[in-house]
């Protein structure tokens, strides 16, 4: 699952982002989501999210659900 639509990221999730200054690279980063930053429902480039590590990236794929709050 791609991470472009803001109703299929929750807090909880495990997500792989883009972090700005990796954008060029495209180096992934993986966490858990903490809080979503985008407030539209979908951006082409991910929403943007902040790990519980504080790290902010837009979400390039969505690895696990498992633990998802639902």
Do not use: W, Y
Not at 7 to 19: N, Q, S, T
Not at 28 to 56: A, E, Y
């Amino acid at each position: 699952m791609n991470g472009q639509k803001r109703a299929d990221i929750k807090p909880g999730l495990e997500v792989d982002i883009v972090l700005k200054q990796d954008q060029a690279s495209g180096k992934l980063t993986r966490g858990i989501v903490k809080d979503l930053l985008t407030k539209s429902p979908s951006h082409p480039h991910g929403i943007k999210v902040r790990l519980t590590n504080g790290q902010v990236g837009r979400v390039k794929q969505v690895i696990s659900t498992n633990n998802a709050n639902e």
